[in-house]
Every structure is written in structure tokens, then in C-alpha cells.
């Protein structure tokens, strides 16, 4: 016989209590963080070990788009389109109209926006462009002193116009003694392809571009100890203070380091990643590929490098040049050796 399950009044009047309570609801999962923004302009080559790099992080952390340095701060860009024509390269994704978290640009780039921005921060150099001069000696040119009162095209206001003028420097030529035309990389190797220019200082792979298609009729001048272009990531300062912001830059510079290595030792991945990219053949992005280092660090004369830009910027703004100090602090080392540290 079963005995009787017998409540007190007490009893009976907590368990009704416990049936009206609600139960605690669960605390909703936290929203994963925005991508990171990382953004280089897509007709670049440099670009190529960040490219890679995205591809290698977890799906939706980070994402690329075109865009430079002013992307940190949605800001315009006049200076370096104004005066420049010529056909884009490619299929070209649209320049991201929104905020980056890092940039990637020649340190011409850097400079010109932090005289607005001085909040920039140049964090890693991810590569180095060997550029060349690739003039015709059907033009009546064999020397660089030859180029004198030649027509040459480069792309103003950029590394490609600093090394135009280190190279007329090196024949105690200025910038006075050519007729410099102004024009995008593609359209500089289209003119000297088509006999509108006789020379051209632009970056790959458009030299390459040009000097196949000349033949015969070609010659280029990379003069000993020349000027090279330092393509680097900035960050805004502000974001390295975060140290939420901080730790997901530099764990994604740690992938970027693996690419450089991988644009070294197995570049095949990359090359058909910038490809797709940049609309360029795939077999001249590999021609043109050894005009390139690729150091993921920062270079010990970045700074010198930086100061002889200045220089020449300041001179084309009519200002006075920045000094050293003040643009040592654009440079923030303490990323790279973060991102070497483990």
C-alpha cells in the first residue's frame, strides 16, 4: 500500500512559487568583432604577401579591398589623382569608401597624409620595389644623360616620380631637363609601347609589360645604390593603443611574415591570387617578380629613406620640410618586434 504524499501549507505555497518564476534566460553570445579592414591598392604587385595572408586566417575575420593610406581615415585624396590620366588597371575593384584598419602604401603616400593625419604609424615594411628606368634607344637614348629633353612619363606625386628624379640626380640632370607627362602605370607602358613617350619610371608589372613588347628596342638604367620603393602597413596610433585592436593586427602580421617568406620560397600561390587581382597576366607577374624584396620587416634606413622623401615632397608642396624627429615618429617598431616576439 502506498503511502500518501503528504504537503504542508508551507510546501505547497513554495512550490507555486518556484512554477510562476520564470527561468533565467540564457546571456546572448557575444557578436564576433568587425573583419579587420586591410586595403592596398589592386593594381599593385606589393600587395601580393597581405593578399596571401587573408586567405589564411579564419573565414570573416579579415578583409581586402583596393584602397591606400588615406582609407584610415576615409579621407580624400586629390594630389595623387589630379594632373594623372590614363586607363586603370584591369577589372580593378572599386577603392574602399570606408575606414581601414591597416594600409598598404609607399611611404610617399604616408608622408602626404600625415601632414593632416599625423596620427599615422608606418608598423611593417612588407616589400621593397627594385624599379627601373625602361627607356627606347630608337629615341636617341643609351645613357641616362641621354634622357635630357626626352618626353617621360611616370606617375606623379609617388615613389615612381622619387625614383625618376634619384635617377636623373645620378647624371647631374633635374626634373627641368625632360618633359615629364603624368600618367597611371598602365598608361605610362602603353605610351612608351606606342611611341608617345620615350621613356618611363613606373613600377611592375608594367615595366615588364613595356620592355617585352619593345623587343630589341629597349633599354633599362637602375643605377647602383638607386632609390627603392619601401611598401609598408600603417596603422592609426589610437588603434595601437587599443589593446584589443593591437593584438588582432598583430596576430594578422604574423600570418603577413609567413608571406613574405611564401613570396620567397613558393610564389606560385600568390602570383595567381594577384592575378585575379590586378587583371595582369599571370606569366608577367612571374617575369616581373624579381624586382622585388620581400623583408616583413622595417628597413634600418627607413628613416633616412623617409627624410630624402620629404625633401622632395616638401619642395613639390612649397613647405618646409618636416625634421627628422618628427618623422621618426611616424615609424612604431614596437609592432614588428611584438610580432617577432613569439
Known amino acids: 500500500m502506498r503511502k500518501a504524499l503528504l504537503l504542508t501549507p508551507v510546501a505547497v505555497l513554495a ?7 520564470p527561468p533565467t534566460p540564457l546571456a546572448a553570445p557575444t557578436p564576433p568583432p568587425e573583419p579587420l579592414t586591410v586595403v592596398g591598392h589592386s593594381s599593385v604587385l606589393e600587395f601580393g604577401p597581405v593578399l596571401l595572408a587573408s586567405t589564411k586566417v579564419p573565414e570573416g575575420t579579415v578583409v581586402t579591398a583596393s584602397g ?9 585624396d586629390p594630389q595623387l589623382s589630379s594632373g594623372v590620366s590614363g586607363r586603370p588597371a584591369g577589372d580593378a575593384p572599386p577603392v574602399s569608401p570606408g575606414i581601414a584598419d591597416l594600409a598598404g602604401n609607399a611611404g610617399t603616400q604616408t608622408l602626404r597624409m600625415s601632414l593632416t593625419h599625423p596620427d599615422a604609424r ?20 643609351s645613357s641616362i644623360a641621354d634622357l635630357k629633353g626626352k618626353r617621360v612619363a611616370t606617375f606623379a606625386n609617388t615613389s615612381a616620380a622619387v625614383f625618376l628624379n634619384h635617377v636623373l640626380t645620378s647624371a647631374g640632370l633635374s626634373e627641368a631637363d625632360v618633359a615629364i607627362t603624368s600618367l597611371t602605370a598602365p598608361a605610362s607602358a602603353d605610351a612608351l609601347i606606342n611611341g608617345e613617350v620615350d621613356a618611363i619610371s613606373i613600377w611592375e608589372p608594367d615595366s615588364e609589360r613595356a620592355v617585352k613588347a619593345l623587343g630589341a628596342d629597349v633599354v633599362t638604367f637602375r643605377p647602383e645604390g638607386s632609390y627603392r620603393e619601401i611598401y609598408s602597413l600603417n596603422a592609426k596610433a589610437g588603434d595601437l593603443a587599443d589593446p584589443v585592436m593591437r ?13 613574405c617568406r611564401a613570396a620567397e620560397d613558393d610564389p606560385g ?15 608577367l607577374i612571374a617575369e616581373s617578380w624579381h624586382h622585388h624584396r620581400f623583408p616583413c620587416a622595417l628597413p634600418a634606413d627607413l628613416l633616412d629613406v623617409l627624410v630624402a622623401e620629404e625633401r622632395w615632397l616638401a ?27 613569439q
Do not use: H
Not at 591606400?68 to 580624400?76: S, T, Y
Not at 598583430?250 to 608571406?259: A, I, M, P, Q, S
Open 315 to 341: 619642395e613639390k608642396d612649397g613647405r618646409a620640410p618636416r625634421s627628422r624627429g618628427e618623422l621618426a615618429v611616424l615609424i612604431d617598431s614596437s609592432v614588428v618586434e611584438e610580432v617577432r616576439a
Open 15 to 21: 512550490l507555486a512559487a518556484c512554477a510562476a518564476t
Open 269 to 283: 600561390q600568390m602570383q595567381a591570387l594577384l592575378a585575379e587581382r590586378t587583371g595582369q597576366d599571370r606569366a
Open 122 to 141: 608606418i608598423v611593417m615594411t612588407v616589400t621593397e620595389g627594385l624599379y627601373r628606368m625602361v627607356a627606347r634607344p630608337s629615341a636617341g637614348i
Open 68 to 76: 591606400g593610406v588615406p582609407n584610415l581615415w576615409d579621407a580624400a
Open 247 to 259: 593584438g588582432r593586427i598583430v596576430d594578422f602580421l604574423r600570418e603577413v611574415t609567413d608571406g
